[in-house]
């Protein structure tokens, strides 16, 4: 008789706890997993954490916190850290949460290739107390980490840079910088009268006129394409012609050269094609290297040729120095390039190939063409 009433005082009790434990397992349970706030460069260290919190009375003795990020971000120590990769990096950590009880656990990764990264789900997993009835939520989650493109040693982006800036302060469309005074000469018919020094013109008996320094009223607008010739994909050649976008524009950035850049890869959000606004500042700088983060590969990618046209189409009268980067050499694509820098003329197309890879197309008469010699 007595072990029937324990018997039947246990099956109340596991009744009792199942039921709390249905009910109030996930009240006032929180989790939170949070990527750093600052973006990295790829190849460098980033940081994820994890803040679990039991606001309640009832004790949690596992809790297991399930969620999945790209195998583009990989754990430090991934034999000890509850990490199984196959298509994704899937993490699964076991906390034990007493009353009234917060966790945090930090975890170091690497980041090993360029691109936008969130979490946006996890799962959380736990039982009642002896471990029997396991209970199951699944959640959102709002974090987000940008790994911008690995920058190129500085020296290497010199010379393109000085082709360029040649090409951009030896042409004849420049601006005078009123701010910039060079000195005074006499005074010609095609002089405007604001610039005439009447205080010179006083003292020697003619006309004189102000001179100043000339300063490049130019953007530079840079062409990313991301086009193959052939369905074999380059990606190591693609994500340097990002590379090479983003060190290009960061040096000209350095000189208060505006800078824009286009590309023919698509948004991994909005799916849209990549296009900026011509800016010199730090923001702006910033805004470059979000929107190369975000150019997703395994999207359609648009032709090329399609992108210098509507280029063509935008009829832009604003004094324009173009440069293309991109491992593609179809004649079409050289001609397009050709058409567009006649109105912009001192064009550069910049061809990432490796050293086995022959430079099929050259300079043209508006344009020229160098390969950038890439090790295998």
């Known amino acids: 008789m007595i072990i029937i009433v324990i018997a039947g005082i246990a099956l109340i009790l596991y009744i009792i706890q199942d039921r709390l434990y249905t009910k109030y397992w996930d009240d006032r349970l929180t989790a939170v997993i949070r990527f750093q706030k600052d973006p990295v460069f790829e190849g460098e260290e980033a940081s994820l954490t994890e803040t679990v919190s039991n606001a309640k009375w009832l004790p949690l003795s596992t809790l297991h916190v399930k969620f999945q990020i790209s195998t583009a971000l990989r754990y430090r120590n991934e034999t000890t850290e509850n990490v199984a990769v196959s298509d994704f990096c899937y993490k699964h ?69 000085q082709s360029m800036m040649g090409s951009i302060i030896t042409r004849s469309l420049t601006t005078e910088d009123p701010f910039e005074f060079r000195g005074i000469r006499d005074y010609q018919v095609y002089d405007p009268m604001k610039n005439v020094n009447w205080k010179a013109s006083a003292k020697s008996g003619d006309l004189m006129v102000n001179m100043f320094h000339h300063t490049a009223g130019q953007e530079v607008r840079i062409l990313v394409n991301l086009e193959d010739e052939s369905r074999y994909r380059e990606f190591g050649l693609l994500e340097f012609s990002i590379r090479l976008a983003a060190s290009l524009a960061l040096r000209f950035l350095f000189a208060s050269v505006p800078v824009s850049i286009l590309t023919n890869g698509r948004d991994i959000i909005t799916h849209e094609l990549h296009d900026t606004s011509a800016g010199s500042d730090q923001s702006h700088m910033r805004a470059l290297y979000e929107m190369l983060a975000r150019v997703d590969l395994d999207q359609e990618i648009v032709p090329a040729v399609t992108m210098i046209e509507k280029e063509l189409e935008k009829g832009e009268n604003r004094e324009l120095s173009y440069i293309m980067i991109g491992y593609c050499q179809r004649e079409d694509l050289g001609d397009a390039f050709e058409e567009l820098c006649k109105l912009h003329p001192g064009g550069l197309m910049i061809l990432p190939l490796t050293e086995k890879m022959p430079q099929r197309l050259f300079d043209h008469q508006h344009f020229t063409a160098e390969k950038w010699k890439i090790n295998e």
């Open 93 to 161: 950590d076991i906390y034990s949460l007493m009353p009234y009880t917060k966790v945090n656990r930090t975890h170091p990764i690497v980041c090993t290739k360029r691109g936008y990264y969130t979490i946006n789900e996890y799962d959380l997993a736990s039982a009642n107390i002896f471990l029997i009835n396991h209970l199951v939520s699944r959640c959102d989650n709002e974090t987000e980490l940008y790994v911008f493109p690995k920058p190129i040693e500085p020296g290497e982006v010199e010379i393109p840079f």
